[in-house]
Protein backbone atom coordinates (compact mmCIF):
# COMPACT_ATOMS: atom_id res chain seq x y z
CA UNK A 1 0.00 0.00 0.00
CA UNK A 2 0.99 3.48 -0.80
CA UNK A 3 2.16 5.43 1.70
CA UNK A 4 1.61 9.14 2.86
CA UNK A 5 4.22 11.12 3.21
CA UNK A 6 3.40 14.09 5.94
CA UNK A 7 5.42 17.31 5.85
CA UNK A 8 6.91 18.52 9.30
CA UNK A 9 5.47 21.64 8.98
CA UNK A 10 1.88 20.28 9.85
CA UNK A 11 0.52 20.81 13.26
CA UNK A 12 -0.24 17.09 13.48
CA UNK A 13 2.07 14.31 14.17
CA UNK A 14 2.26 10.37 13.84
CA UNK A 15 2.71 6.89 15.27
CA UNK A 16 5.75 5.29 12.79
CA UNK A 17 7.13 1.71 12.97
CA UNK A 18 10.40 1.29 11.14
CA UNK A 19 10.80 -2.25 10.34
CA UNK A 20 13.97 -3.89 8.67
CA UNK A 21 17.10 -1.72 7.99
CA UNK A 22 14.93 1.46 7.21
CA UNK A 23 16.85 4.26 8.50
CA UNK A 24 16.50 7.87 7.95
CA UNK A 25 17.29 9.60 4.53
CA UNK A 26 19.44 12.12 5.19
CA UNK A 27 17.47 14.89 3.85
CA UNK A 28 14.94 13.56 6.27
CA UNK A 29 17.39 14.59 9.26
CA UNK A 30 18.33 17.83 7.71
CA UNK A 31 14.59 18.77 7.68
CA UNK A 32 14.20 17.41 11.23
CA UNK A 33 16.89 19.20 12.84
CA UNK A 34 16.09 22.32 11.50
CA UNK A 35 12.86 21.72 13.23
CA UNK A 36 14.56 22.07 16.52
CA UNK A 37 11.68 20.76 18.31
CA UNK A 38 12.59 20.85 21.87
CA UNK A 39 13.01 17.39 24.16
CA UNK A 40 9.54 16.97 26.19
CA UNK A 41 9.46 13.69 27.41
CA UNK A 42 9.63 9.90 26.38
CA UNK A 43 6.47 8.34 25.95
CA UNK A 44 8.24 4.99 26.20
CA UNK A 45 11.19 4.34 28.69
CA UNK A 46 13.88 1.78 29.55
CA UNK A 47 13.95 1.52 32.98
CA UNK A 48 16.88 0.96 35.00
CA UNK A 49 15.63 -3.18 34.66
CA UNK A 50 16.55 -3.14 30.59
CA UNK A 51 12.56 -2.98 30.86
CA UNK A 52 10.27 -1.05 28.45
CA UNK A 53 7.99 1.70 30.82
CA UNK A 54 4.50 2.15 28.36
CA UNK A 55 2.82 4.27 30.82
CA UNK A 56 3.77 7.28 28.34
CA UNK A 57 1.16 6.13 25.98
CA UNK A 58 -2.24 8.09 26.18
CA UNK A 59 -5.54 6.05 25.46
CA UNK A 60 -7.03 9.63 24.80
CA UNK A 61 -5.16 9.78 21.52
CA UNK A 62 -4.61 8.33 18.78
CA UNK A 63 -1.25 7.84 16.28
CA UNK A 64 -0.09 7.50 13.15
CA UNK A 65 2.37 5.26 11.93
CA UNK A 66 4.33 3.03 9.35
CA UNK A 67 5.14 -0.82 8.63
CA UNK A 68 6.92 -1.92 6.02
CA UNK A 69 5.92 1.55 3.93
CA UNK A 70 2.21 0.50 4.86
CA UNK A 71 0.35 3.75 6.91
CA UNK A 72 -1.77 2.88 9.80
CA UNK A 73 -3.74 4.83 12.57
CA UNK A 74 -3.61 3.29 15.98
CA UNK A 75 -5.70 3.72 19.14
CA UNK A 76 -4.39 2.48 22.59
CA UNK A 77 -7.41 1.28 24.41
CA UNK A 78 -4.93 -0.73 27.20
CA UNK A 79 -1.60 -0.87 28.84
CA UNK A 80 -0.16 -3.35 30.52
CA UNK A 81 3.23 -3.98 32.25
CA UNK A 82 4.73 -5.57 29.13
CA UNK A 83 3.13 -3.96 25.94
CA UNK A 84 -0.55 -2.59 25.09
CA UNK A 85 -3.16 -3.16 23.10
CA UNK A 86 -6.23 -1.57 20.72
CA UNK A 87 -7.68 -1.28 17.57
CA UNK A 88 -5.92 -0.10 14.21
CA UNK A 89 -7.48 1.50 11.08
CA UNK A 90 -4.88 0.36 7.59
CA UNK A 91 -4.74 3.55 5.49
CA UNK A 92 -3.69 3.50 1.88
CA UNK A 93 -4.06 6.32 -1.38
CA UNK A 94 -7.44 4.93 -2.13
CA UNK A 95 -8.97 5.07 1.46
CA UNK A 96 -11.94 7.00 2.26
CA UNK A 97 -13.67 4.38 4.77
CA UNK A 98 -10.96 2.87 7.12
CA UNK A 99 -12.34 -0.46 8.97
CA UNK A 100 -11.15 -1.12 12.85
CA UNK A 101 -8.90 -4.47 13.48
CA UNK A 102 -7.70 -5.56 16.98
CA UNK A 103 -3.65 -5.80 17.54
CA UNK A 104 -1.18 -5.95 20.82
CA UNK A 105 2.27 -4.96 21.14
CA UNK A 106 4.04 -7.34 23.88
CA UNK A 107 7.61 -6.86 24.78
CA UNK A 108 9.35 -10.33 26.16
CA UNK A 109 13.13 -11.28 26.44
CA UNK A 110 14.55 -8.25 24.47
CA UNK A 111 11.66 -8.76 21.72
CA UNK A 112 8.88 -6.48 20.65
CA UNK A 113 6.19 -8.42 18.55
CA UNK A 114 3.16 -6.54 16.56
CA UNK A 115 0.20 -8.74 15.90
CA UNK A 116 -2.78 -8.36 14.78
CA UNK A 117 -4.95 -11.24 13.51
CA UNK A 118 -3.12 -14.18 12.10
CA UNK A 119 0.15 -12.20 11.58
CA UNK A 120 2.90 -11.02 13.86
CA UNK A 121 5.70 -9.33 13.23
CA UNK A 122 9.17 -9.45 16.07
CA UNK A 123 10.93 -6.24 15.99
CA UNK A 124 13.96 -5.71 17.64
CA UNK A 125 13.93 -2.01 19.54
CA UNK A 126 15.71 0.57 19.15
CA UNK A 127 14.45 3.88 20.69
CA UNK A 128 10.74 4.77 21.39
CA UNK A 129 10.03 8.16 22.06
CA UNK A 130 7.32 10.87 21.83
CA UNK A 131 6.99 12.93 19.05
CA UNK A 132 7.81 16.29 20.82
CA UNK A 133 10.78 15.28 21.31
CA UNK A 134 11.68 14.05 18.37
CA UNK A 135 14.78 15.63 16.50
CA UNK A 136 15.74 13.26 13.97
CA UNK A 137 19.03 11.98 15.29
CA UNK A 138 17.86 8.44 15.63
CA UNK A 139 21.30 7.25 15.93
CA UNK A 140 22.49 9.04 18.92
CA UNK A 141 20.91 6.62 20.96
CA UNK A 142 21.38 3.76 18.77
CA UNK A 143 23.70 2.35 21.58
CA UNK A 144 20.76 1.49 24.12
CA UNK A 145 19.96 -1.68 22.39
CA UNK A 146 21.03 -1.70 18.60
CA UNK A 147 21.80 -0.30 15.14
CA UNK A 148 18.96 -2.42 13.29
CA UNK A 149 15.74 -1.39 13.49
CA UNK A 150 13.83 1.58 14.73
CA UNK A 151 10.49 2.48 16.95
CA UNK A 152 9.05 5.72 16.72
CA UNK A 153 5.70 6.84 18.81
CA UNK A 154 3.91 10.13 16.92
CA UNK A 155 0.56 11.41 18.35
CA UNK A 156 -2.08 12.64 15.89
CA UNK A 157 -3.28 15.79 16.45
CA UNK A 158 -5.38 17.44 14.31
CA UNK A 159 -5.08 20.79 13.07
CA UNK A 160 -5.74 23.78 15.68
CA UNK A 161 -9.47 24.87 15.26
CA UNK A 162 -10.79 28.30 15.80
CA UNK A 163 -13.73 29.63 14.56
CA UNK A 164 -13.09 33.11 12.53
CA UNK A 165 -14.87 35.71 13.61
CA UNK A 166 -14.82 39.76 14.08
CA UNK A 167 -16.82 42.64 13.54
CA UNK A 168 -15.69 44.21 9.98
CA UNK A 169 -19.08 45.59 8.27
CA UNK A 170 -20.33 45.89 11.65
CA UNK A 171 -18.96 48.40 13.81
CA UNK A 172 -17.41 51.92 12.44
CA UNK A 173 -13.44 50.77 12.41
CA UNK A 174 -12.30 53.03 9.68
CA UNK A 175 -11.47 56.91 8.68
CA UNK A 176 -13.30 57.58 5.53
CA UNK A 177 -11.95 59.53 2.46
CA UNK A 178 -14.18 60.92 -0.16
CA UNK A 179 -14.02 61.51 -4.07
CA UNK A 180 -16.08 64.00 -4.92
CA UNK A 181 -17.90 64.50 -8.49
CA UNK A 182 -16.29 61.22 -10.19
CA UNK A 183 -17.73 61.12 -13.44
CA UNK A 184 -19.11 57.86 -14.54
CA UNK A 185 -20.78 58.89 -17.87
CA UNK A 186 -21.82 61.59 -20.34
CA UNK A 187 -25.63 61.54 -21.76
CA UNK A 188 -28.52 64.08 -22.90
CA UNK A 189 -30.86 65.13 -19.98
CA UNK A 190 -32.18 68.03 -18.50
CA UNK A 191 -30.48 67.89 -15.14
CA UNK A 192 -28.44 65.20 -12.82
CA UNK A 193 -29.04 67.40 -9.97
CA UNK A 194 -31.56 70.05 -8.19
CA UNK A 195 -31.86 71.44 -4.50
CA UNK A 196 -35.65 71.49 -4.14
CA UNK A 197 -36.77 75.07 -2.44
CA UNK A 198 -40.31 74.68 -2.74
CA UNK A 199 -42.63 72.22 -0.97
CA UNK A 200 -44.98 72.55 -3.51
CA UNK A 201 -44.64 69.66 -6.12
CA UNK A 202 -46.95 71.48 -8.77
CA UNK A 203 -45.46 74.54 -8.43
CA UNK A 204 -42.28 73.16 -9.08
CA UNK A 205 -43.44 70.79 -11.95
CA UNK A 206 -44.85 74.52 -13.23
CA UNK A 207 -41.87 76.60 -12.83
CA UNK A 208 -39.62 74.29 -14.21
CA UNK A 209 -41.93 73.80 -17.98
CA UNK A 210 -39.59 75.84 -19.84
CA UNK A 211 -36.16 73.39 -18.64
CA UNK A 212 -37.47 70.45 -19.39
CA UNK A 213 -38.54 71.11 -23.11
CA UNK A 214 -34.76 70.74 -24.88
CA UNK A 215 -32.21 68.19 -23.08
CA UNK A 216 -28.85 69.77 -23.21
CA UNK A 217 -25.12 67.13 -22.70
CA UNK A 218 -25.04 66.30 -18.92
CA UNK A 219 -21.69 64.87 -17.22
CA UNK A 220 -23.19 61.90 -14.52
CA UNK A 221 -20.82 61.90 -11.17
CA UNK A 222 -20.75 60.02 -8.31
CA UNK A 223 -19.39 60.46 -4.98
CA UNK A 224 -17.02 57.75 -3.82
CA UNK A 225 -16.57 56.75 0.07
CA UNK A 226 -13.45 54.83 0.85
CA UNK A 227 -12.02 52.76 4.18
CA UNK A 228 -8.87 54.66 4.90
CA UNK A 229 -5.98 52.61 5.98
CA UNK A 230 -7.55 49.29 5.68
CA UNK A 231 -5.44 46.18 4.93
CA UNK A 232 -7.80 44.75 3.14
CA UNK A 233 -7.33 45.11 -0.94
CA UNK A 234 -10.75 44.13 -2.15
CA UNK A 235 -13.89 45.61 -0.14
CA UNK A 236 -17.88 45.01 -0.82
CA UNK A 237 -19.40 47.30 -2.82
CA UNK A 238 -22.86 49.53 -1.71
CA UNK A 239 -24.19 51.54 -4.54
CA UNK A 240 -26.68 53.92 -3.19
CA UNK A 241 -29.37 56.83 -5.22
CA UNK A 242 -31.00 59.39 -3.56
CA UNK A 243 -34.71 60.00 -3.87
CA UNK A 244 -36.81 63.03 -5.36
CA UNK A 245 -39.53 61.77 -7.66
CA UNK A 246 -37.02 61.58 -10.69
CA UNK A 247 -37.15 65.67 -10.29
CA UNK A 248 -35.10 66.41 -7.47
CA UNK A 249 -32.81 65.91 -4.89
CA UNK A 250 -28.44 65.08 -5.43
CA UNK A 251 -25.90 62.76 -4.43
CA UNK A 252 -24.90 64.65 -1.40
CA UNK A 253 -28.21 64.76 0.48
CA UNK A 254 -27.76 64.20 3.73
CA UNK A 255 -29.55 60.82 4.25
CA UNK A 256 -27.47 59.74 1.50
CA UNK A 257 -24.13 61.19 3.08
CA UNK A 258 -24.19 59.64 6.29
CA UNK A 259 -24.90 56.10 4.83
CA UNK A 260 -22.25 56.30 2.64
CA UNK A 261 -20.02 57.71 5.83
CA UNK A 262 -21.19 54.90 7.68
CA UNK A 263 -21.02 51.48 5.46
CA UNK A 264 -17.50 52.97 4.51
CA UNK A 265 -16.11 53.08 8.22
CA UNK A 266 -17.11 49.79 8.87
CA UNK A 267 -15.39 48.12 5.31
CA UNK A 268 -17.15 48.78 2.35
CA UNK A 269 -16.15 50.90 -0.94
CA UNK A 270 -19.91 53.17 -1.00
CA UNK A 271 -20.65 55.32 -3.83
CA UNK A 272 -23.80 57.63 -4.31
CA UNK A 273 -24.92 58.75 -7.64
CA UNK A 274 -26.52 61.39 -9.76
CA UNK A 275 -28.82 60.58 -12.54
CA UNK A 276 -30.80 62.87 -15.05
CA UNK A 277 -33.98 63.92 -13.97
CA UNK A 278 -36.54 66.12 -15.03
CA UNK A 279 -39.60 65.64 -17.62
CA UNK A 280 -43.03 67.10 -18.99
CA UNK A 281 -45.68 66.53 -16.81
CA UNK A 282 -46.95 63.70 -19.11
CA UNK A 283 -46.91 60.08 -18.60
CA UNK A 284 -44.76 59.69 -21.63
CA UNK A 285 -42.17 62.08 -20.23
CA UNK A 286 -42.44 60.57 -17.17
CA UNK A 287 -41.66 56.63 -18.45
CA UNK A 288 -38.97 58.58 -20.92
CA UNK A 289 -37.08 59.69 -17.26
CA UNK A 290 -37.42 56.60 -15.41
CA UNK A 291 -36.09 54.67 -18.00
CA UNK A 292 -32.77 57.28 -18.52
CA UNK A 293 -32.66 56.62 -14.84
CA UNK A 294 -32.25 52.61 -15.22
CA UNK A 295 -29.61 53.70 -17.93
CA UNK A 296 -27.57 55.43 -16.10
CA UNK A 297 -27.86 53.32 -13.31
CA UNK A 298 -26.27 50.72 -15.13
CA UNK A 299 -23.85 52.68 -16.38
CA UNK A 300 -22.93 53.80 -12.87
CA UNK A 301 -22.30 49.95 -12.31
CA UNK A 302 -20.23 48.97 -15.52
CA UNK A 303 -18.07 52.04 -14.34
CA UNK A 304 -17.41 51.15 -11.08
CA UNK A 305 -16.77 47.70 -11.64
CA UNK A 306 -14.70 47.88 -14.09
CA UNK A 307 -12.47 50.17 -12.11
CA UNK A 308 -12.58 47.62 -9.53
CA UNK A 309 -9.14 47.11 -9.14
CA UNK A 310 -8.89 51.10 -8.70
CA UNK A 311 -11.54 51.46 -6.00
CA UNK A 312 -10.17 48.65 -4.21
CA UNK A 313 -13.63 46.53 -5.00
CA UNK A 314 -14.11 42.97 -4.82
CA UNK A 315 -16.78 42.22 -7.34
CA UNK A 316 -18.47 39.49 -5.36
CA UNK A 317 -20.17 41.53 -3.14
CA UNK A 318 -21.99 44.28 -4.96
CA UNK A 319 -25.02 45.50 -3.53
CA UNK A 320 -27.66 48.32 -4.22
CA UNK A 321 -30.04 50.51 -2.57
CA UNK A 322 -32.43 53.91 -2.80
CA UNK A 323 -35.43 55.85 -1.65
CA UNK A 324 -38.12 56.43 -3.28
CA UNK A 325 -37.67 57.19 -6.76
CA UNK A 326 -33.46 55.96 -6.32
CA UNK A 327 -35.40 52.67 -4.89
CA UNK A 328 -37.27 52.55 -8.40
CA UNK A 329 -34.30 52.78 -10.06
CA UNK A 330 -32.38 50.21 -8.43
CA UNK A 331 -34.97 47.37 -8.71
CA UNK A 332 -35.19 47.68 -12.19
CA UNK A 333 -31.64 48.18 -12.79
CA UNK A 334 -31.57 44.58 -10.70
CA UNK A 335 -34.30 43.35 -12.36
CA UNK A 336 -35.01 44.60 -15.58
CA UNK A 337 -33.23 43.47 -19.24
CA UNK A 338 -33.37 44.67 -23.16
CA UNK A 339 -35.64 41.94 -23.80
CA UNK A 340 -37.98 41.98 -20.32
CA UNK A 341 -37.78 46.04 -20.76
CA UNK A 342 -41.00 47.95 -20.84
CA UNK A 343 -43.57 48.01 -24.08
CA UNK A 344 -42.95 51.80 -24.02
CA UNK A 345 -39.44 51.57 -25.04
CA UNK A 346 -39.76 48.85 -27.87
CA UNK A 347 -42.93 50.36 -28.88
CA UNK A 348 -42.47 54.21 -29.12
CA UNK A 349 -41.75 55.75 -31.72
CA UNK A 350 -38.40 57.13 -30.62
CA UNK A 351 -37.52 53.78 -29.14
CA UNK A 352 -34.55 53.53 -31.33
CA UNK A 353 -33.05 57.09 -29.27
CA UNK A 354 -33.79 55.48 -26.00
CA UNK A 355 -30.64 53.06 -26.70
CA UNK A 356 -30.31 49.90 -24.49
CA UNK A 357 -29.65 49.54 -20.87
CA UNK A 358 -26.12 48.21 -21.56
CA UNK A 359 -24.97 51.08 -23.94
CA UNK A 360 -26.16 54.20 -22.81
CA UNK A 361 -24.11 56.60 -20.61
CA UNK A 362 -20.55 55.10 -21.24
CA UNK A 363 -18.72 52.97 -23.50
CA UNK A 364 -17.75 50.29 -20.93
CA UNK A 365 -18.63 46.77 -21.65
CA UNK A 366 -18.56 45.09 -17.88
CA UNK A 367 -20.95 43.11 -16.53
CA UNK A 368 -21.91 42.85 -12.87
CA UNK A 369 -23.97 40.53 -10.80
CA UNK A 370 -26.19 41.98 -7.62
CA UNK A 371 -25.67 40.72 -4.63
CA UNK A 372 -28.57 41.99 -3.11
CA UNK A 373 -30.83 45.12 -3.14
CA UNK A 374 -32.48 47.58 -0.38
CA UNK A 375 -35.07 48.86 -1.29
CA UNK A 376 -36.41 51.92 0.57
CA UNK A 377 -40.64 52.79 -0.35
CA UNK A 378 -39.87 51.76 -4.12
CA UNK A 379 -41.82 49.85 -6.65
CA UNK A 380 -41.68 48.36 -10.10
CA UNK A 381 -43.63 47.94 -12.75
CA UNK A 382 -44.01 44.43 -13.67
CA UNK A 383 -43.52 41.78 -11.25
CA UNK A 384 -42.73 39.15 -13.82
CA UNK A 385 -39.65 41.18 -14.13
CA UNK A 386 -38.07 39.28 -10.89
CA UNK A 387 -38.05 36.19 -12.17
CA UNK A 388 -35.39 36.63 -14.86
CA UNK A 389 -32.53 37.63 -12.37
CA UNK A 390 -33.61 36.28 -9.14
CA UNK A 391 -31.79 38.72 -6.14
CA UNK A 392 -32.31 38.91 -2.44
CA UNK A 393 -33.84 42.36 -1.22
CA UNK A 394 -34.72 43.69 1.89
CA UNK A 395 -37.24 46.09 2.14
CA UNK A 396 -38.98 49.07 3.93
CA UNK A 397 -42.15 50.63 3.38
CA UNK A 398 -44.93 52.83 5.22
CA UNK A 399 -48.30 51.64 5.05
CA UNK A 400 -49.73 54.48 5.36
CA UNK A 401 -47.69 55.97 2.16
CA UNK A 402 -49.67 58.01 -0.70
CA UNK A 403 -46.31 58.58 -2.54
CA UNK A 404 -45.38 55.17 -3.67
CA UNK A 405 -47.69 52.56 -3.14
CA UNK A 406 -47.27 50.08 -0.33
CA UNK A 407 -49.32 46.79 -1.78
CA UNK A 408 -50.23 47.85 -5.53
CA UNK A 409 -51.77 50.86 -7.17
CA UNK A 410 -51.41 54.40 -8.67
CA UNK A 411 -48.72 56.62 -7.50
CA UNK A 412 -49.58 60.06 -5.99
CA UNK A 413 -52.93 58.53 -5.00
CA UNK A 414 -53.37 61.68 -2.97
CA UNK A 415 -53.19 64.19 -5.36
CA UNK A 416 -56.68 65.97 -6.34
CA UNK A 417 -58.11 65.71 -9.74
CA UNK A 418 -57.00 62.03 -10.36
CA UNK A 419 -53.73 63.34 -11.71
CA UNK A 420 -52.03 60.39 -10.39
CA UNK A 421 -53.92 57.95 -13.07
CA UNK A 422 -52.92 60.68 -15.99
CA UNK A 423 -49.45 60.51 -15.21
CA UNK A 424 -48.39 57.36 -14.04
CA UNK A 425 -49.55 53.64 -14.77
CA UNK A 426 -49.90 50.99 -11.71
CA UNK A 427 -47.09 49.99 -9.80
CA UNK A 428 -46.05 47.62 -7.62
CA UNK A 429 -44.81 48.30 -4.09
CA UNK A 430 -42.54 46.12 -1.45
CA UNK A 431 -45.46 44.27 -0.15
CA UNK A 432 -45.86 43.03 -4.03
CA UNK A 433 -42.12 42.78 -3.86
CA UNK A 434 -42.38 41.03 -0.87
CA UNK A 435 -45.07 38.19 -1.83
CA UNK A 436 -43.72 37.63 -5.42
CA UNK A 437 -40.19 37.26 -4.24
CA UNK A 438 -41.48 34.52 -1.76
CA UNK A 439 -43.79 33.04 -3.81
CA UNK A 440 -40.65 32.42 -6.02
CA UNK A 441 -38.20 31.45 -2.93
CA UNK A 442 -36.42 34.25 -3.03
CA UNK A 443 -34.47 35.47 0.09
CA UNK A 444 -35.96 38.45 1.21
CA UNK A 445 -36.67 40.56 4.44
CA UNK A 446 -39.81 42.90 4.84
CA UNK A 447 -40.07 45.56 7.47
CA UNK A 448 -43.80 47.45 7.06
CA UNK A 449 -43.49 50.55 8.92
CA UNK A 450 -47.13 51.00 10.59
CA UNK A 451 -48.40 54.07 10.10
CA UNK A 452 -45.52 55.64 8.18
CA UNK A 453 -46.17 57.58 5.40
CA UNK A 454 -43.18 58.10 2.77
CA UNK A 455 -39.74 58.90 3.78
CA UNK A 456 -40.18 57.95 7.18
CA UNK A 457 -36.48 58.05 8.12
CA UNK A 458 -36.76 62.17 8.60
CA UNK A 459 -38.73 63.88 10.68
CA UNK A 460 -40.57 67.43 9.97
CA UNK A 461 -37.68 69.36 9.61
CA UNK A 462 -35.51 66.63 7.35
CA UNK A 463 -33.35 65.58 10.07
CA UNK A 464 -32.58 61.60 10.62
CA UNK A 465 -34.59 59.56 13.15
CA UNK A 466 -34.82 56.57 14.61
CA UNK A 467 -36.43 54.80 11.69
CA UNK A 468 -33.37 55.79 9.63
CA UNK A 469 -31.32 53.86 12.44
CA UNK A 470 -33.40 50.95 12.32
CA UNK A 471 -33.32 50.78 8.34
CA UNK A 472 -29.47 51.10 8.78
CA UNK A 473 -29.06 48.22 11.31
CA UNK A 474 -31.07 45.96 9.47
CA UNK A 475 -29.48 46.72 6.23
CA UNK A 476 -26.59 46.32 7.29
CA UNK A 477 -27.26 42.98 9.16
CA UNK A 478 -28.96 41.57 5.70
CA UNK A 479 -26.05 42.44 3.80
CA UNK A 480 -23.60 40.78 5.92
CA UNK A 481 -25.81 37.35 6.01
CA UNK A 482 -25.68 37.45 2.50
CA UNK A 483 -21.66 38.25 2.31
CA UNK A 484 -21.32 34.64 5.02
CA UNK A 485 -23.51 32.60 2.32
CA UNK A 486 -20.04 31.28 1.19
CA UNK A 487 -20.23 28.13 -1.33
CA UNK A 488 -20.77 24.67 0.11
CA UNK A 489 -18.18 22.13 1.24
CA UNK A 490 -17.64 19.87 -1.40
CA UNK A 491 -15.55 16.79 -2.33
CA UNK A 492 -12.53 17.93 -4.28
CA UNK A 493 -11.14 14.28 -5.87
CA UNK A 494 -12.20 11.12 -4.17
CA UNK A 495 -8.35 9.33 -4.79
CA UNK A 496 -6.93 10.60 -2.52
CA UNK A 497 -10.05 11.95 -0.39
CA UNK A 498 -9.91 15.64 -0.51
CA UNK A 499 -12.44 18.50 0.69
CA UNK A 500 -12.75 22.38 -0.16
CA UNK A 501 -15.04 25.06 -0.11
CA UNK A 502 -16.73 26.04 -3.20
CA UNK A 503 -15.87 30.18 -3.93
CA UNK A 504 -13.57 31.35 -5.38
CA UNK A 505 -12.28 34.48 -2.79
CA UNK A 506 -11.41 32.64 0.00
CA UNK A 507 -8.57 34.04 1.95
CA UNK A 508 -8.05 30.92 4.56
CA UNK A 509 -10.15 27.97 6.14
CA UNK A 510 -9.49 26.27 9.48
CA UNK A 511 -10.85 22.86 9.21
CA UNK A 512 -12.44 20.19 11.69
CA UNK A 513 -13.24 16.63 11.33
CA UNK A 514 -15.89 14.05 13.73
CA UNK A 515 -15.41 10.14 13.30
CA UNK A 516 -12.17 11.05 10.70
CA UNK A 517 -8.98 11.81 10.08
CA UNK A 518 -7.09 15.21 8.60
CA UNK A 519 -4.09 13.29 6.74
CA UNK A 520 -2.56 16.30 4.98
CA UNK A 521 -3.53 20.04 3.85
CA UNK A 522 -3.19 21.01 0.10
CA UNK A 523 -3.63 25.08 -0.01
CA UNK A 524 -7.42 25.20 1.54
CA UNK A 525 -8.46 21.66 0.65
CA UNK A 526 -7.64 19.27 3.39
CA UNK A 527 -7.17 15.60 2.79
CA UNK A 528 -9.23 13.41 4.92
CA UNK A 529 -10.13 9.64 5.87
CA UNK A 530 -13.27 8.61 7.58
CA UNK A 531 -13.32 6.11 10.55
CA UNK A 532 -16.27 3.36 9.73
CA UNK A 533 -16.67 2.14 13.19
CA UNK A 534 -17.38 6.59 14.42
CA UNK A 535 -20.80 6.93 15.50
CA UNK A 536 -20.91 10.52 13.41
CA UNK A 537 -19.42 11.75 10.43
CA UNK A 538 -19.09 15.51 9.63
CA UNK A 539 -16.53 18.23 8.59
CA UNK A 540 -16.89 21.90 9.56
CA UNK A 541 -15.11 24.74 7.85
CA UNK A 542 -14.30 28.36 9.40
CA UNK A 543 -12.68 30.66 7.88
CA UNK A 544 -12.35 34.64 6.15
CA UNK A 545 -12.88 35.85 2.68
CA UNK A 546 -10.47 37.76 0.86
CA UNK A 547 -12.64 41.04 2.09
CA UNK A 548 -12.30 39.52 5.27
CA UNK A 549 -15.95 38.19 6.00
CA UNK A 550 -15.89 35.11 8.68
CA UNK A 551 -17.54 32.46 7.64
CA UNK A 552 -18.95 29.17 9.04
CA UNK A 553 -19.95 26.50 7.06
CA UNK A 554 -20.50 22.40 8.30
CA UNK A 555 -21.26 19.58 6.24
CA UNK A 556 -22.46 16.07 7.55
CA UNK A 557 -21.03 12.91 5.94
CA UNK A 558 -23.31 10.09 4.62
CA UNK A 559 -22.00 7.10 6.00
CA UNK A 560 -21.61 5.27 2.80
CA UNK A 561 -19.14 1.64 3.09
CA UNK A 562 -17.86 -0.92 0.48
CA UNK A 563 -16.15 -3.65 2.72
Given amino acids: MYAYKFLLGLEFVALVFLVGAVTLAPADKAEAEQEKITHTRDVVRITEESRLDFSGLDAENYYYGLIDN ?12 DGFSGVYYAVDSSSQWLNPEKFKVRYHDKELVFSAQDSKIELEFDILMDSLSVTGSFEDKSDLLGPTHHIAFKRYNEPSFTVCDN ?38 LLKNLGKTITPKELDL ?54 YRMGFMPNKAAIQRCGYEAIQDANAVMRYLIHHAKTYGI ?63 W ?40 NIGEMLFDTMYGSKSIHQRLDSLRIRNEFYPLLGKSHSPYVDGNDNVNEVYYFIQNKMQA ?24 KQEDVAFVNWKVEGGFILQRYGNNICVVWRSDAPHHSITASGCLKNGTPFLKEKKISKNIKI
Wanted: net charge neutral.
Fill in 167 to 204: DRFEKESFKVEVKKDVKYGHAKGFWASYQMKDDKYLKM
Fill in 70 to 81: DAYIYKVERLFE
Fill in 378 to 417: GAIYDLDQISSRPTPVISFHGDADVIVPFDCGIPFSAVKG
Fill in 478 to 501: FFLKEMKRVGQIYEVSKVPLQYGI
Fill in 314 to 376: DTNNVFVGGTSAGSITMLSMAFMTDNNSPDFVKKHKYAKRFGGLTTAGNDIKQSFKIKAIANM
Fill in 221 to 274: TLDLYLPKDDTIKEHPLFVLMHGGSFYFGDKGDETMRLWCEHFASTGYVVASAN
